[in-house]
């Protein structure tokens, strides 16, 4: 079932703390940009990444899995820069870990109809094969560039 552009714009306005699993330090990656973007969005971001745990990204600190992020944060948003195949544990963490979360961002590419059905059953949204910041360009800024990388 892909959202349609009500729900992705309720998904972008509510989105107010995100973890983005598989956040990278370097400015140049997507997920960095990405993460700017959710920023720039008045999102907190809460970066996840076991490679870089501990350290800061855009000035958050690195958490190297979902289950690590501290209860008091109520991440309401995930936003997965992974590959597919990796998507079946990180949403089983977040459904376990991330209690008040709502919706779940697969990146462009990024898709996994078993992990998807599994997170929907429990009430979640979930958008496939998409970036927020390109549908909030495309939404929002209609004849704009929708961004500045390639994927």
């Known amino acids: ?6 729900i992705l714009r309720g998904a972008l306005d509510g989105a107010h703390v995100v973890a983005i ?3 990278s330090p370097n400015p140049a990656r997507p997920s960095y940009q990405v993460a700017q973007f959710w920023q720039g969005w008045g999102a907190r971001i809460v970066p996840v990444n076991p490679g870089h745990a501990g350290e800061l990204i855009l000035g958050e600190q690195v958490w190297p899995d979902l289950a690590a992020i501290p209860a ?5 948003t995930l936003d997965i820069f992974r590959r597919s195949e990796a998507v079946p544990d990180i949403v089983d963490q977040a459904l376990v870990h991330l209690p008040q979360l709502a919706v779940i961002w697969m990146q462009l590419g990024i898709r996994h109809p078993q992990a998807a059905g599994r997170a929907r059953a429990r009430g979640l949204l979930v958008i496939e094969d998409r970036c927020p910041k390109i549908e909030a360009a495309r939404l929002w800024f209609p004849g704009q560039p929708p961004t500045n990388y390639e994927v």
């Open 72 to 76: 008091q944060t109520a991440v309401d």
């Open 21 to 23: 699993v598989g956040l």
């Open 1 to 6: 079932m892909e959202p349609n552009d009500n």
